[in-house]
Nanobody, 122 residues
Framework: EAQLVESGGGLVQPGGSLRLSCAAS????????MGWYRQAPGKEREAVAG????????YYAESVKGRFTISEDNAKNTVTLLMDSLKPEDTAMYYCAADDSFMGWIRAPEFWGQGTQVTVSS
């Protein structure tokens, strides 16, 4: 069973940048689809960005395309989300999520981290 540990997040001004990292304690790391969801108060949880470790195939929500970049460090079993040009509407709890397929990940990921808060405000 994969365990996901997030780091990063915090408070940033509009237009700023933040980096989130997710470390996976799973020997089959390379066979997983990993990425990030977010949930803002009063809104449904949404998929933000994902990456299939083995092939590098990526997914981005339309709202973050061109601003967020997902990458992975295979040696460290870590996936990183670099968030640039942040907007107040990016404010949410961000969760690392993993599944053994893209369809599983986009519908209902099997594994979740505990979440890290991102607040974009002046």
């Amino acid at each position: 069973e994969a365990q996901l540990v997030e780091s990063g997040g915090g408070l940033v001004q509009p237009g700023g940048s933040l980096r989130l990292s997710c470390a996976a304690s799973e020997y089959r790391y390379s066979s997983y689809y990993m990425g990030w969801y977010r949930q803002a108060p009063g809104k449904e949880r949404e998929a933000v960005a994902g990456l299939y470790i083995d092939t590098g195939n990526e997914y981005y929500a339309e709202s973050v395309k061109g601003r967020f970049t997902i990458s992975e460090d295979n040696a460290k079993n870590t996936v990183t989300l670099l968030m640039d040009s942040l907007k107040p509407e990016d404010t949410a709890m961000y969760y690392c999520a993993a599944d053994d397929s893209f369809m599983g990940w986009i519908r209902a990921p099997e594994f979740w981290g505990q979440g890290t808060q991102v607040t974009v405000s002046s």
